[in-house]
């Protein structure tokens, strides 16, 4: 979890880098805050065996209302959520799950994957283990409009 975790935390540190309005200490400590909100909250909505299990739970969510993880760790840096919206996209979904995170800007924006890694072998022979963003893909009526997306590496 703690890779999937620092992410996503660092994801969203570098979407506020961006702006150049936060010092590096203000995105420091935003992120250590971040990082231990998500820890706790996920601490029992984790689950590697089933990655898509708890997964709504687990989603980090901007439309016209601030993510309550993302804005009380803006908090402890002084921001407010209404500034905190003016540094981040107005529509933000991003998932942490176990072995893949990923995001979409707006609600029709491509879904791309910041985090990917295999799953150990299962013990349970049924099969291999779906990503949640292969079955948010199910059932797409119409391709997604193109969308300039940033990508982040590490």
Same mark, same amino acid.
Request: hydrophobic share 35%; with cysteine; charged share 20%.
């Given at each position: 979890?703690?890779?999937?975790?620092?992410?996503?935390?660092?994801? /969203?540190? $570098?979407?506020?880098?961006?702006? %150049? #309005?936060?010092? +590096?200490?203000?995105?420091?400590?935003?992120?250590?805050? !971040?990082?231990?909100?998500?820890?706790?909250?996920?601490?029992?909505?984790?689950?590697?065996?089933?990655?898509?299990?708890?997964?709504?739970?687990?989603?980090?969510?901007?439309?016209?209302?601030?993510?309550?993880? /993302?804005? $009380?760790?803006?908090?402890?840096? %002084? #921001?407010?959520? +209404?500034?905190?919206?003016?540094?981040?996209?107005?529509? !933000?979904?991003?998932?942490?799950?176990?072995?893949?995170?990923?995001?979409?800007?707006?609600?029709?924006?491509?879904?791309?994957?910041?985090?990917?890694?295999?799953?150990?072998?299962?013990?349970?022979?049924?099969?291999?283990?779906?990503?949640?963003?292969?079955?948010?893909?199910?059932?797409?009526?119409?391709?997604?409009?193109?969308?300039?997306?940033?990508?982040?590496?590490?």
């Amino acid at each position: 979890m703690k890779t999937e975790v620092s992410t996503a935390v660092s994801f /969203i540190t $570098k979407l506020l880098r961006g702006t %150049g #309005l936060l010092s +590096e200490e203000q995105l420091h400590h935003f992120s250590l805050s !971040l990082e231990e909100a998500l820890g706790e909250h996920y601490l029992h909505h984790w689950f590697p065996d089933a990655p898509c299990r708890g997964s709504g739970y687990r989603c980090i969510r901007i439309n016209h209302k601030m993510d309550p993880l /993302i804005g $009380k760790a803006a908090l402890t840096i %002084g #921001l407010t959520r +209404e500034r905190l919206f003016s540094l981040l996209p107005s529509e !933000l979904t991003m998932w942490v799950d176990p072995y893949e995170v990923s995001y979409r800007i707006g609600e029709d924006g491509s879904i791309c994957v910041l985090y990917e890694s295999t799953p150990p072998p299962q013990t349970d022979p049924t099969g291999p283990v779906d990503s949640c963003k292969d079955k948010l893909r199910i059932g797409r009526a119409s391709p997604s409009k193109a969308f300039n997306m940033m990508t982040v590496s590490s």
